[in-house]
């Protein structure tokens, strides 16, 4: 995920190495246009402004209609292993959720790879709508490490999700289009390169859960 903005980082310092090596004169415009940037780079992620909320969204067709899709929207049975590469690289994906009540307040427990999400229930309208807030929410990713346990203090506070939400809406012919929204914060420098990942990443997630949820609609109403 890194390599682009490394590649470009490598070029600056090769380019600044050969300006050093061939004893150009330190007034010259390649070299000043090189180093200038190098000092405001160390503090510019703390002199970012406040996150902006972030929002992905990913929508699926369900051969069902929305009263056969909303218990699988509410809660969902475990999920299989992920097929997908960039999960097994140890990005976190969802394993299961369970509910505990019914209603607005009830805590949604969304279970993931590295721990649970804490959902609770802020709109409950069956079987159109169900939004939730998130009260905690596990590390984004395992660590690859030889040791069993790793707490690594970078993974906190970068990615924060706030609130998430399901919409249920009638298709001709007893379909439902189901879609997904997860709205996040984002605090890593630069946001706009960053985000195009983290996008991603939600978006595969979302496109499993939601997969996961149409195959048993289908089941269950078939």
């Known amino acids: 995920m890194a390599a682009p903005l490394a590649v470009v980082l490598a070029a600056m310092g090769a380019l600044l190495g050969r300006a050093v090596a061939a004893r150009l004169p330190m007034r010259s415009a390649g070299v000043t246009v090189l180093l200038l940037p190098l000092p405001l780079l160390a503090g510019i992620d703390a002199a970012q402004p406040p996150p902006r909320l972030r929002e992905v969204v990913t929508i699926v067709d369900v051969d069902a209609p929305p009263q056969a899709v909303w218990p699988n929207v509410v809660a969902f049975s475990a999920l299989p292993e992920p097929p997908a590469w960039v999960f097994r690289l140890g990005i976190a994906y969802p394993r299961r959720a369970v509910i505990s009540g019914r209603g607005v307040g009830a805590l949604r ?3 993931f790879s590295t721990g649970a999400f804490l959902e609770p229930i802020t709109v409950w309208q069956e079987p159109v709508r169900l939004a939730f807030d998130v009260s905690a929410q596990p ?3 395992h660590e690859l490490s030889p ?10 506070g970068y990615l924060t999700v706030r609130s998430g939400e399901f919409l249920l809406g009638p298709l001709a012919r ?11 914060e984002l605090r890593v420098f630069p946001a706009a390169y960053w985000g195009l990942w983290s996008d991603a990443l939600i978006h595969a997630i979302h496109t499993r859960v939601l997969t996961h949820i149409e195959r048993a609609s289908v089941a269950a109403s078939s």
């Open 139 to 141: 590390p984004p990713m």
């Open 147 to 156: 040791y069993r346990h790793v707490l690594a203090r970078h993974l906190e």
């Open 174 to 184: 007893g379909r439902t289009r189901l879609e997904g929204r997860t709205r996040y």
């Open 109 to 111: 427990r969304c279970e």
